[in-house]
């Protein structure tokens, strides 16, 4: 059982590329968040989906899409990177629509030149 | 609205000494409160919740928190801290927003232990 897992680890991009982070939870909990991380501001949430097949934007949407591929995974996606990007990227599962507990996978480091 | 306000970014401690991590939030509904911890070069793992109940929530390695309704507190204690404590810690409020539990954080609090 590895819980949340995330790929890649670390990830440096060129400003205008684009990338793919993935994560995938072998719990079969229905709802997955992506979160961002930065100095200073704490963890703020990009998108959420509360099952599969559902997606809706969070707090700091701007430049991220993402998709609920199935139950167990869920991407996101920068289409142009830009160095506003350069985070650290956190994928989440919480069992069921009231899912409390939240899990966490070990993080993405993004550094957009 | 919601927000959490952790006051202190930076708390260090000596070794067996009490500590305590402040948050405070705000909100105009019923909340329900966690705190997270992040160990070094890791994601976050819960410690403790709130969600109904008595007031005093207890984590299996010594912490504890407090609920305070009028003071929309929910302070973090350990009474003896350990080398091993050293850490961010994150207070979080949760709102129920389109079928899923968001969770909105504060600041963090990075509690660093000294031998």
């Known amino acids: 059982n590895a819980g949340v897992t995330q790929t890649p680890k670390f990830q440096v991009l060129k400003t205008g590329q684009s990338m793919t982070l993935q994560c995938a939870q072998d719990?079969?909990?229905?709802?997955m968040y992506w979160y961002r991380q930065d100095p200073g501001m704490g963890l703020r949430l990009i998108y959420y989906?509360?099952?599969?097949?559902?997606?809706d934007k969070g707090e700091v949407p701007n430049g991220y899409n993402v998709s609920r591929l199935n139950k167990r995974e869920f991407s996101l996606r920068l289409e142009s990177a830009a160095p506003s990007q350069t985070s650290v990227y956190f994928c989440?599962?919480?069992?069921?629509?009231?899912?409390?507990?939240?899990?966490f996978g070990p993080g993405t480091r993004l550094l957009v030149l | 609205a919601q927000s959490v306000t952790q006051l202190d970014s930076q708390v260090p401690v000596f070794e067996e000494a009490p500590v305590e991590l402040r948050c405070n939030y705000s909100?105009?509904?019923?909340?329900?409160l966690f705190w997270y911890v992040q160990y070094p070069n890791q994601g976050l793992q819960l410690l403790l919740k709130?969600?109904?109940?008595?007031?005093l929530v207890e984590s299996i390695n010594g912490f504890e928190a407090e609920f305070n309704k009028s003071q929309t507190s929910f302070h973090l204690r350990k009474p003896s801290v350990h080398i091993s404590d050293t850490a961010e810690y994150f207070c979080?409020?949760?709102?129920?927003?389109?079928?899923?539990?968001?969770?909105?954080f504060g600041t963090g609090t990075r509690l660093t232990v000294i031998p």
């Open positions: 989440a599962s919480s069992e069921s629509v009231r899912g409390w507990d939240q899990y």
């Open positions: 719990m079969n909990h229905n709802s």
């Open positions: 989906s509360a099952s599969e097949g559902t997606t």
């Open positions: 909100s105009s509904v019923s909340v329900y």
């Open positions: 709130y969600l109904s109940g008595s007031t």
């Open positions: 979080a409020v949760s709102l129920l927003l389109g079928g899923a539990n968001n969770l909105f």
